[in-house]
């Protein structure tokens, strides 16, 4: 039932920063574990982020920890990713994902989640 929407791609720099916005329409983003993945051209998809239903959990791939952050604000409906010291391998179409019904213990593994956004490409130059 749930549509999401991302927003806030674009070109950066190598070394700055960009937050990318998932809005929630149809369904209470507060009842969903949320996802964040992205995809390269000639890669597949990769897990970026997670954060649990609550917001008390969060989890992240190898390649951003440190990096990137993942929150969540259930008022307005959405979640973000704010991604920092950003690198060219960075680059890629991310996209946000919800399912309610999955365990945490496998949020990271793509094949869970139900719902997903079309996407929002980011570019890092170097």
């Known amino acids: 039932q749930v549509q999401l929407v991302e927003s806030g791609g674009g070109l950066v720099q190598a070394g700055g920063s960009l937050r990318l916005s998932c809005a929630a329409s149809?369904?209470?983003?507060?009842?969903?574990?949320m996802g964040w993945f992205r995809q390269a051209p000639g890669k597949d998809r990769e897990f970026v982020a997670a954060?649990?239903?609550?917001?008390?959990?969060?989890s992240y791939g190898d390649s951003v920890k440190g990096r990137f952050s993942v929150f969540r604000d259930d008022a307005k409906n959405m979640v973000f990713l704010q991604m920092s010291m950003l690198k060219a391998e960075d680059t890629a179409v991310y996209y946000c994902?919800?399912?309610?019904?999955?365990?945490?213990?496998?949020?990271?593994?793509?094949?869970?989640?139900?719902?997903w956004g079309q996407g929002t490409q980011v570019i890092v130059s170097s």
């Open positions: 149809g369904g209470t983003l507060s009842t969903y574990h």
């Open positions: 954060i649990s239903r609550t917001g008390a959990g969060t």
């Open positions: 994902a919800a399912d309610r019904g999955l365990l945490w213990s496998v949020a990271t593994d793509r094949t869970r989640y139900d719902y």
